[in-house]
């Protein structure tokens, strides 16, 4: 197994790269089932980056205790920085996600959300997939699962844009932290191999981004999704 992707020297502007970038959309991404999550109580959210998802799920929800794993300290500390007062409901652990799984089974009570935004892309396929399957042993019989990722969607915006945007993604960042994945995993069919099914999902930029809502069992039926909200100033500051 590769040494994991050294995020560390990025923790300071990550967030301006990805403003530069993709300007608000990966925010949208990550906030679009954010007001579901209301009667979550223990989440588990792996390579949430400097945290900003992790600050707006602890603000929306004032009861949910938060585990955050991620193979970047500098990460992790500006996410407890950036959660403030309400890190004392974040458990850090500075750890490879690949290979946590003793940590994971023990967590009790029972995890019922699961977060990995813009993370899977940074593991192979067989990797998800173990990983998964590990998750599912320590999740609630409902446990939610929430993906966002780049995609490449089967048309020409795909075949013209998306997939050599994503290749020449995959080449920045193997420059600035050691990334050796090259190509988007495919994650739907790893989590769907360790038992989670797909509730819904909505996309962005033609197809280049994806939210998804995953079950861990089958027993949820497909919901209608939120309708997205007008992008406002206080939006615009939290991305």
């Not at 099914?197 to 197809?207: E, I, P």
Request: aromatic residues 10%; hydrophobic residues 45%.
């Amino acid at each position: 197994m590769n040494q994991p992707s050294n995020f560390d020297r990025l923790a300071g502007f990550y967030r301006w790269m990805e403003w530069v970038t993709f300007g608000p959309s990966l925010g949208w991404c990550r906030n679009f089932y954010l007001p579901g999550l209301s009667s979550c109580r223990h989440a588990l959210i792996l390579g949430d980056g400097d945290g900003r998802f992790t600050a707006r799920l602890l603000g929306a929800n004032h009861t949910v205790q938060v585990v955050a794993v991620d193979a970047s300290s500098a990460m992790l500390d500006a996410l407890v920085r950036r959660a403030g007062t309400r890190s004392v409901r974040i458990s850090t652990h500075h750890a490879d996600a690949r290979i946590w799984q003793h940590a994971a089974a023990s967590i009790r009570p029972p995890i019922d959300l699961i977060v990995t935004h813009f993370f899977l892309d940074c593991l192979t396929t067989t990797e998800i997939q173990s990983l998964a399957g590990r998750i599912r042993q320590a999740s609630s019989p409902d446990a939610i699962w929430l993906v966002s990722e780049f995609a490449v969607p089967s048309t020409l915006f795909g075949c013209l844009f998306a997939r050599p945007l994503v290749s020449a993604l995959y080449f920045v960042f193997a420059l600035l932290t050691g990334l050796t994945v090259r190509a988007l995993p495919d994650h739907s069919a790893a989590l769907r191999r360790a038992g989670f099914t797909l509730l819904d999902q909505s996309s962005r930029l033609g197809g280049l981004l994806v939210s998804q809502r995953w079950s861990s069992g089958p027993e949820l039926r497909p919901a209608d999704p939120p309708r997205p909200k007008p992008i406002s100033i206080e939006m615009l500051q939290s991305c």
